[in-house]
């Protein structure tokens, strides 16, 4: 199958979307050094927000400076970049033609110690009037939140479908009864993407699951149907399964810094899996600009190898 056809087949899962949605999902598809391939590597840069500017952009100052970040993704080649409304605001008037964008629309602090949610702080209007091609949204499944974040999400869905732009949804379980290593349990991540695609999202972001399984009744399942889950590429796959038989596009974060052996080996593992590909952020803009760019590029010949 060569490159035009992969990307018709990937459209025509999203023939349901209007003409607007639908042409955003083919930007997406169709920009930068991945253009064509079905595959798609996403710069986010919202970890300011969540984390704090020092853990996020002191260990490469130049950071601070939202330009920085617009001018790494469309360097980089990447197919989007992702962030809150203040980063967009600041260059998009420049760089939104240069590169797509996606407007982080609810975002949560550090500072905050209640049970894990996220709060809205743009609007569909701001992506809108930035020129953005679609709106990113998280969701914390298992969360005593998580019916206020799903309820917040159909709404936004409707509203951004209505006006033309696609919908990205960070869909990472955490919170209420879950146990820190349940947020990665195959059976959790993979549960938590099938809620993305039946909230109508069209592109999903999840973390790289682990090999654990959260618990008995789970176990017994797992074990019973044979599904394979011994390395990474097994739990990829099993994602991706898990999202209307892989008739949606799913990638998976970079998560928190780490080693590049490390990251090229988790890669290759997701890449063999099925994943469309990665949000690769703290583990790029953390490093200096030319290294980050080499390892982006790295990370996106996997991909069109694939």
């Known amino acids: 199958m060569n490159a035009t056809d992969r990307v018709n087949e990937i459209l025509s899962w999203y023939q349901h979307e209007n003409e607007g949605t639908l042409g955003n999902i ?123 974040m799903y309820s917040e999400l159909r709404e936004i869905t409707r509203e951004a479908k209505s006006k033309g732009l696609a919908v990205v949804v960070w869909s990472y379980p955490r919170g209420g009864s879950l146990k820190k290593e349940d947020e990665t349990a195959i059976d959790v991540v993979s549960y938590a993407a099938h809620i993305a695609a039946q909230m109508g999202a069209d592109i999903i972001k999840i973390k790289p699951p682990s090999d654990y399984i959260s618990n008995d009744e789970m176990k017994a399942v797992y074990e019973k149907n044979n599904i394979p889950i011994s390395t990474l590429s097994d739990r990829v796959a099993h994602c991706i399964k898990s999202s209307f038989d892989g008739k949606r596009i799913v990638i998976f974060s970079g998560g928190p810094a780490k080693g590049t052996d490390e990251i090229m080996k988790e890669i290759k593992e997701i890449s063999n899996g099925g994943g469309f590909g990665s949000i690769v952020g703290r583990n790029s803009f953390q490093r200096p600009f030319n290294e980050g760019i080499s390892l982006m590029k790295d990370i996106m010949n996997i991909y069109k190898d694939s």
């Open 26 to 148: 083919e930007r997406l598809l169709m920009s930068g050094y991945l253009s064509g391939t079905g595959k798609l590597v996403i710069l986010p840069v919202d970890q300011g927000f969540e984390h704090g500017p020092a853990k996020s952009f002191a260990p490469n100052p130049d950071g601070y400076d939202p330009e920085y970040h617009f001018k790494f993704g469309i360097e980089a080649g990447c197919n989007a970049y992702a962030a809150p409304l203040g980063f967009l605001e600041h260059g998009a008037k420049e760089y939104a033609d240069k590169i797509p964008l996606i407007l982080k629309l609810n975002n949560s602090d550090s500072l905050y110690s209640g049970d894990p949610t996220q709060t809205m702080t743009s609007t569909v209007e701001d992506a809108v009037r930035i020129g953005c091609a679609a709106v990113g949204f998280s969701i914390y499944p298992g969360s005593n939140s998580s019916p206020q």
